[in-house]
């Protein structure tokens, strides 16, 4: 795990190569803003959950170079001492804006805004990105699953096979987040206050000269929790049957009932069909079926569409490693330089045109209808522009002739302030309530937005002002 006090050295060495470049040229206390954006949405879904800002926080509110780090700084071949005490003695006051944790976002869309002095900002770039990335990645990777499961329980199960101790605790974290009820992660739950679930292995029933024997030890230790794994000879001719006979030769007469089954392995909807009938016909309609065998929300899906009688699902590796699209592309660009008290809007230009970015310093807003409180749009304008309140046309930015007038709506503005001159100005929330918030979040948009496939194209409306803006920086550059 990264300790607090190198979080500095949360960077690209280019960052401090640019930093030095900066210093040099005197214009290392020159006024920027970046913004970090995704450019689209993983899996080709309708949106994402953001997630991370806690450790942006973290990372700013720990941004301090030592000695430590100013001796390495040597050693990469930094010899301006006059640099190396700037960096020593410099201490973060940047102003940032961000959407909060478990928001709904869409690609394009300012996610974090930075302002301050270049150096500052760019020293921060891949440290921001780590905070930001890979928790809004699986966060909305676990939104997807749990959608999937349509109210089904959905339990994290992802830690051994996530790509380190950091990535098994955040995705974890961030599952919790989007919908999931616990994880098997004990530090999770440790860390969090996240409900943590776990109970046999297959080792344990392997010990025994019989299933049955191991079913019934198990049951004896943990009568609370008698949860059996059914899958590790014969999930019908042997799994089932013995834990329906520990059930009624032991729990039942002691007071207890099975809790649960799990199934690891086979036709998880024809095995669950089945099970579901003997447990039936054996009186424990009470007992759960649990699913579990590298699932994702495509298998989930399908299990739920063949009928599977299935109650609650455990998914690991696809899950925490977001196995079908395991990057998200989160960028952070310059979009605009103070010079002499004006904001000067700055533009990235490229031959593909989804790398072209929208300049200037801008707000994020949301309408929502008043009759239904469900989303209509997003709209993202220069932060000066006045946001009419009762009547507005908004049109697509890749199809400016497809437009549409909106009334009877609310506002709301999406980022919110974090930091102020270097001071953190945000109340940070606990696991629960960004869980609850998360819930909210996707309740307001329709469910066409949130569908595995081909889902409804939710709009992210530029203004005309910044549309206007974006064209006239485009034909500057190209003539």
């Known amino acids: 795990m990264i300790l607090k006090d190198d979080v500095v050295f949360l960077t690209d060495l280019y960052e401090f ?13 020159e006024i920027v803003y970046f913004d970090m954006f995704a450019r689209k949405v993983p899996d ?7 997630n991370g800002l806690y450790r942006l926080i973290e990372g700013i509110q720990n941004f301090k170079f ?21 960096l020593k003695n410099m201490k973060i006051t940047l102003d940032i804006w961000a959407v909060e944790d478990g928001t709904v976002v869409f690609g394009n869309e300012p996610l974090v805004t930075v302002r301050g002095p270049i150096i500052q900002a760019q020293l921060i770039e891949t440290m921001l990105l780590l905070s930001i990335n890979y928790p809004t990645l699986i966060a909305t990777k676990a939104s997807r699953i749990v959608t999937a499961a349509r109210g089904r329980a959905v339990l994290e199960f992802g830690a051994r096979r996530a790509h380190g101790y950091d990535a098994s605790l955040e995705g974890a974290r961030s599952a919790i987040i989007a919908g999931c009820i616990g994880t098997s992660h004990t530090l999770a739950g440790a860390k969090y206050g996240a409900y943590v679930s776990g109970t046999m292995a297959h080792s344990y029933i392997q010990m025994y000269d019989t ?27 042997s799994g089932v049957p013995n834990a329906i006979r520990v059930a009624k030769e032991y729990l039942i007469p002691n007071g207890y009932r099975l809790k649960s089954i799990r199934l690891d392995s086979g036709d998880l909807s024809y095995l669950s069909k089945e099970a579901r009938i003997m447990l039936d016909e054996a009186g424990l309609q009470d007992c759960k079926i649990m699913a579990s065998n590298s ?41 605009a330089q103070e010079k002499d008290g004006k904001i000067i809007p700055k533009i990235k230009v490229s031959d593909n045109i989804e ?14 209808d008043r009759t239904t409180n469900k989303a209509i749009a997003d709209y993202i304008a220069l932060h000066d522009e006045e946001i009419p309140k009762d009547n507005l046309t908004i049109f697509d930015p890749q ?26 100005v945000y109340e940070s929330f606990s696991l629960y309530d960004i869980s609850v918030y ?3 979040e996707r309740e307001s948009f329709w469910e066409e937005v949130k569908r595995l496939h081909y889902p409804h194209n939710y709009y992210v409306d530029l203004s005309q002002e910044l549309y206007d803006l974006k064209l006239e920086l485009l034909h500057e550059h190209a003539e």
Request: glycine letters at 6%.
């Open 17 to 29: 190569t640019m930093a030095y470049t900066f210093f040099k040229e005197q214009k290392h206390e």
């Open 44 to 50: 080709s879904g309708g949106y994402m959950i953001f």
């Open 66 to 86: 030592e000695n430590k780090h100013i001796d390495y700084l040597r050693e990469c071949g930094f010899k301006d001492e006059d640099f190396l005490n700037y």
């Open 211 to 237: 299933e049955y024997e191991a079913f019934l030890n198990f049951a004896k230790i943990n009568p609370d929790n008698a949860i059996f794994l059914v899958d590790t000879y014969d999930t019908l001719e």
């Open 295 to 335: 699932l994702d929300e495509y298998i989930i899906d399908d299990l739920i569409y063949q009928g599977a009688r299935i109650d609650q699902f455990g998914v690991g590796e696809k899950l925490i490693t977001s196995k079908s699209e395991p990057v998200l592309g989160g960028v952070y660009k310059l979009v």
């Open 355 to 368: 790398k072209i970015t929208n300049p200037g310093y801008k707000r994020l807003y949301r309408f929502y």
């Open 399 to 424: 199809a400016p002739w497809k437009k549409q007038t909106i009334t009877n709506y609310d506002i709301r503005e999406l980022q919110v302030p974090i930091f102020k001159n270097g001071d953190c």
């Open 438 to 440: 998360a819930q909210k």
